[in-house]
């Protein structure tokens, strides 16, 4: 589990692609204080895997469904990626409960100043618009985001200085495409609603029967 609150900005220095997979290295500093293998460490947002380390160098393989469902595929050599580790059991939860389960990409359609803030905004698809409400949570490339304003076809965070300075978020530009992690509480309700097979005999005209 993670919390949305980047470490971090790692480089990655390769992107291996096979047929339907791949292996990519990334370069960092922070996160080897305490580093194992097979640990997980969120990059853009996605949960990956610990296969190797060496010389601040950590490697990882993509599958194909995350592959389908991120950018990852996208990055080459050179680019900045946001990473965070997995969160400690004695650390402050200070984000929100990420899982690194990447529901789908947005494109980013504007980004703007306000003050000393920056509003950007995304668009996305309606499965993926569904789980997103006005002041809820949403990580973009993992990093722990409030929503400030939502529609039918895209939404809207605002960026801290902070933010701005120790994530990669303001290094985008309009049309690139960003991994977008609904909030898990959303999709547990959505899941158990449309899930619930029983026929409740509590309705509308039950409850304005009994004054309710």
């Avoid at 993509?62 to 680019?79: A, V, W």
């Avoid at 530009?173 to 509590?202: A, F, H, Q």
């Amino acid at each position: 589990m993670f919390t949305g609150i980047i470490e971090e900005t790692g480089i990655v220095k390769s992107l291996k692609k096979g047929a339907k997979s791949a292996e990519i290295s990334v370069k960092a500093e922070k996160i080897f204080d305490d580093i194992h293998l097979g640990d997980s460490i969120a990059t853009n947002g996605v949960c990956l895997t610990v296969t190797s380390f060496e010389n601040n160098i950590f490697t990882a393989d993509i599958m194909n469904e995350t592959l389908k469902r991120s950018s990852l595929g996208q990055l080459k050599s050179g680019d900045l990626v946001n990473v965070e580790r997995a969160m400690a059991a004695n650390g402050r939860f200070g984000g929100h409960i990420v899982s690194g389960h990447i529901d789908g990409t947005g494109t980013i359609l504007s980004i703007k100043k306000d003050d000393i803030a920056v509003w950007v905004t995304i668009s996305a698809k309606p499965e993926i618009l569904k789980f997103i409400v006005e002041k809820g949570s949403v990580a973009l490339d993992g990093i722990s985001l409030t929503v400030a304003d939502v529609n039918n076809t895209c939404f809207s965070v605002s960026i801290i200085p902070h933010t701005g300075t120790n994530t990669t978020l303001l290094t985008k530009k309009i049309g690139d495409v960003i991994n977008i992690e609904n909030d898990i509480i959303g999709k547990y309700v959505e899941k158990l609603i449309t899930n619930n097979k029983v026929e409740s005999k509590i309705t509308k005209e039950f409850l304005a029967k009994y004054g309710f």
